[in-house]
């Protein structure tokens, strides 16, 4: 089983897996991913992890250090590495500069575990649609004109550190789309986070 330490062949592996769908990206945004899957706040992070962890067996220590020097971070699960894909390519689509919460939670409406949690109140139809709408004709500010890949906005990167944490406090080994929906809330300046509270989305609803 591969573990941090594999983070750069895992971050290749990633690369080539979006290339074949279409997703291009570098090698610099692909392990910038990895190192977030790991809960961590950038690649630099990480690589000082391995680092210290490669120092630590050449000196025969008994113990290996983990990234969080605790325990290891709750990794995305399969389906939320497919939703967070699925927001930077609505991005992409509309060439905005920014990956936004608002692409974040049109790509959630169709991850099964955050849709179950919405779909107890919510009106998904409408909310994609009121979602698309915004994306549409509410964020003309962030289209440009090169072909460089959307950057996620520091309130996505927030939400995902967030559910990472979250997680792992309640001791969950895997971070889901429900565990990144409950994180959105507290974002309360967001359109977001108030369209999911027009929708009678709250975060007690939410709670596993």
Do not use: C
């Not at 009106?123 to 950057?151: C, P, Q, R, T, W």
């Amino acid at each position: 089983m591969r573990d941090f330490r594999d983070a750069k062949a895992m971050a290749h592996i990633l690369r080539a897996a979006l290339a074949a769908k279409g997703q291009k990206i570098t090698i610099s945004q692909s392990l910038e991913l990895i190192a977030e899957a790991f809960g961590l706040a950038d690649w630099n992070t990480l690589a000082a992890a391995i680092r210290a962890e490669a120092l630590a067996s050449r000196k025969n220590k008994t113990s290996a250090l983990t990234p969080a020097e605790v325990v290891p971070a709750p990794r995305y699960s399969a389906e939320l590495e497919v939703t967070l894909n699925r927001a930077l390519i609505y991005a992409n689509q509309r060439k905005h500069e920014y990956s936004t919460l608002e692409h974040l939670l049109l790509a959630l409406i169709d991850d099964a575990d955050a849709s179950a949690v919405m779909r107890v109140s919510a009106d998904l139809g409408a909310m994609k649609e009121n979602l698309v709408s915004y994306l549409d004709n509410g964020l003309m500010n962030l289209v440009i004109d090169n072909s460089g890949d959307s950057k996620p906005t520091a309130a996505f990167q927030r939400v995902l550190q967030r559910a990472v944490n979250d997680a792992r406090g309640q001791d969950h080994p895997m971070v889901t789309g429900a565990d990144t929906l409950v994180a959105i809330f507290p974002e309360t300046r967001s359109p977001a986070a108030r369209l999911l509270g027009e929708q009678g989305v709250f975060p007690q609803a939410s709670a596993n």
